[in-house]
């Protein structure tokens, strides 16, 4: 795992491509456990043409609950979660930030431009949220939480 850099989420967070509104269904909302959380990603060591070194998870572990949790990745597959996906990036994102920059579905806002587009494989966008380039769109993704009581303090997004 390589650790990308650190978000804050509150409450309510996103798991979404970045290019689909909040209101829409593919959408993934989880109630977290309010703090900073460690993003880490995965790279695919599968020997398929084209899908090797491709990021293959993004994973967020709260600082304060997930230390255990940093050896392994979340596997609670028990909620069958799951995220959409449309333009071959996907993230995990602190609901409120995503809601107040992200102003429409359209890919073409100014948020978009200023933190999707410029990106590599993967980028921080203003400690409110992670995002990576999985490089497959029209679909879905995989999505794994490990709770504390009724909130997650522990995500993944499994892309490949």
Same mark, same amino acid.
């Given at each position: 795992?390589?650790?990308i850099?650190?978000?804050?989420?509150?409450d309510?967070?996103?798991l979404s &491509?970045?290019?689909?509104?909040?209101?829409?269904v593919?959408?993934?909302?989880?109630?977290t456990?309010?703090?900073y %959380?460690?993003v +880490?990603?995965t790279?695919?060591q599968s020997r398929?043409i084209?899908?090797?070194?491709r =990021?293959?998870n993004?994973? @967020?572990?709260?600082? *304060? +609950?997930g230390?255990?949790?940093k050896?392994?990745?979340p596997t &609670?597959d028990?909620?069958?979660? !799951?995220?959409?996906? &449309?333009s071959?990036t996907?993230g995990?994102f602190n @609901?409120?930030? !995503?809601?107040?920059?992200?102003?429409?579905?359209? =890919?073409?806002d100014?948020?978009?431009?200023e933190?999707?587009?410029?990106m590599?494989?993967?980028c921080?966008? *203003?400690e409110?949220? @992670?995002?990576?380039?999985?490089g497959?769109g029209?679909?879905c %993704?995989? =999505?794994f939480?490990?709770?504390k009581e009724?909130n997650a303090? @522990?995500?993944?997004i499994?892309f490949?």
């Amino acid at each position: 795992m390589k650790k990308i850099g650190e978000i804050y989420l509150t409450d309510l967070t996103f798991l979404s &491509d970045p290019c689909l509104g909040t209101e829409d269904v593919g959408n993934c909302v989880i109630r977290t456990i309010p703090g900073y %959380y460690d993003v +880490y990603i995965t790279r695919s060591q599968s020997r398929e043409i084209g899908f090797t070194n491709r =990021v293959s998870n993004i994973i @967020a572990f709260h600082r *304060d +609950y997930g230390k255990a949790m940093k050896k392994r990745y979340p596997t &609670d597959d028990s909620e069958n979660l !799951y995220c959409a996906v &449309d333009s071959g990036t996907c993230g995990i994102f602190n @609901a409120n930030y !995503y809601d107040e920059h992200h102003e429409t579905n359209d =890919v073409h806002d100014d948020w978009y431009e200023e933190n999707v587009i410029k990106m590599d494989d993967y980028c921080i966008t *203003d400690e409110m949220g @992670a995002i990576c380039s999985s490089g497959l769109g029209d679909g879905c %993704y995989d =999505v794994f939480a490990e709770y504390k009581e009724e909130n997650a303090y @522990a995500l993944r997004i499994k892309f490949l």
